[in-house]
């Protein structure tokens, strides 16, 4: 499988987000598919 360099940076983004382990990213990419649509969600006030 070949990702785009978006893909890849996403799928980088998450796993350095601070904060965020391996079950928090498993259950954010359950609920959200994709790292880009994890990020692509509107930011809380």
């Known amino acids: ?3 785009t360099p978006q ?3 996403a799928w980088l983004r ?3 987000t601070p ?3 391996p079950e928090s ?3 954010l990419l ?3 598919g ?3 649509a994890i ?3 509107p930011k809380p006030l």
């Open 14 to 16: 998450l796993s350095l």
């Open 1 to 3: 499988m070949t990702h």
């Open 7 to 9: 893909e890849l940076g």
């Open 19 to 21: 904060g965020v382990g």
């Open 25 to 27: 990213a498993r259950r």
């Open 34 to 36: 994709e790292p880009q």
């Open 39 to 41: 990020f692509a969600q």
């Open 30 to 32: 359950a609920a959200f």
